[in-house]
């Protein structure tokens, strides 16, 4: 009888092994391996100041180096050298139905669009090491993509062929709807490549922009006295945005005394932290113009050790994907990093008075 039980015991965790094993590689099968996940994150203001809105969600593996064979620019010669990839997929979720309980008219609205709406994607990697930051635009590399490709063919869905960014540009993709299966998602799949990236960099932030054609006109940076006194002009409305350089945009109507006396005031009013929306309709011709800031999504990777040599190296993953709202005229993200949890080496800084500092790394190309 105590050989049965036993017998019986084994078998039952053979069984539960097995199945645990068959359900990691369906989980596997049905992600493909896009196990990073951005969702189209929005706020009601954001709804409310632009009517028109949309944001695509994004899939992601981690950030990949590989070895390649590579004509050199100048000479010629063929060469190994290491090329950095980023395989993801974007999926339209759509927004939703949201109620607008608010009182006031939308900021900006639009006339109901009679093209679909258009996916440019960008990506640009920023590399940190020694608070020095070089900056790469996205490169089309033929032969580098035709063997990562080949690389990843078997970890795509069967007829899935990765595209480069300007490959991929085109009208987004149809809404997949929130009860589709695996089989019925509408997905568009992708890769960017850099070459020449900094073999000594230790931290990597990859900034996607063209995932949502969100964006706000924005003046600033001002002292909050400034906020006060737009106010009294009429110039800054309930219905505005401020940033404080640190937390979410939030309605001006939100940000402490500028609309209620009641409310307190910050606690530092003199320093020029302080950024305001405003709209087309109220640029004036004797005021400067103000700059277009695009909603942008940023991921950051690490990468331990010194140098690459490897012939392929994984990079981890440093923080969960964020939305930020980016300016045009700056190339690093405007945002501060999250708590670094893995012992940095160095500290990664990325303020927009870096900006002037951080160059675009001179041997990088936008096409081949």
Do not use: C
């Amino acid at each position: 009888m105590r050989r049965v039980i036993g017998l019986i015991g084994f078998l039952s965790l053979l069984f539960a092994s097995q199945w645990q094993v068959s359900s990691a590689h369906a989980f596997q099968q049905v992600t493909f391996g896009f196990d990073n996940v951005a969702t189209p994150f929005t706020t009601g203001d954001e709804r409310t100041s632009q009517t028109n809105l949309w944001v695509l969600e994004a899939q992601f593996k981690s950030l990949r180096m590989r070895l390649v064979e590579l004509p050199d620019p100048k000479t010629g010669e063929l060469k190994k050298e290491p090329v950095v990839y980023f395989v993801f997929r974007v999926i339209n979720r759509g927004l939703g139905e949201t109620k607008d309980e608010s009182d006031t008219d939308p900021t900006n609205k639009f006339d109901e669009e009679v093209a679909a709406p258009q996916f440019v994607p960008e990506m640009t990697l920023v590399t940190s090491d020694n608070d020095q930051q070089k900056i790469y635009p996205d490169v089309i590399i033929p032969a580098a993509q035709k063997i990562i490709t080949e690389r990843e063919k078997s970890k795509l869905p069967p007829g899935v062929t990765l595209k480069n960014l300007v490959a991929m540009s085109g009208s987004i993709p149809e809404v997949t709807p929130p009860d589709a299966n695996a089989k019925q998602v509408k997905a568009m799949y992708g890769v960017a490549l850099w070459r020449g990236v900094d073999p000594e960099a230790d931290y990597f932030t990859i900034m996607m922009s063209g995932f949502s054609n969100g964006y706000k006109l924005v003046r600033g940076p001002v002292d909050y006295q400034t906020l006060v006194d737009r106010v009294k002009e009429g110039k800054l409305n309930f219905s505005d945005q401020i940033w404080d350089g640190k937390t979410i945009w939030k309605a001006a109507s939100e940000t402490y005394n500028l609309f209620s006396e009641r409310k307190p005031a910050p606690a530092d009013t003199a320093s020029k932290i302080w950024f305001y929306t405003t709209t087309h309709d109220r640029v004036t011709k004797d005021e400067e113009k103000p700059i277009v800031w695009r909603k942008t999504l940023i991921q950051r990777f690490w990468r331990p050790g010194d140098g690459i040599d490897p012939q392929e190296v994984e990079f981890k993953l440093l923080g969960e994907p964020e939305w930020i709202y980016q300016p045009d005229d700056v190339q690093i993200p405007v945002a501060a990093p999250p708590n670094q949890k893995v012992a940095p080496k160095k500290p990664l800084a990325a303020k927009p008075a870096a900006a002037e500092d951080a160059k675009p790394a001179d041997d990088t190309q936008k096409a081949e």
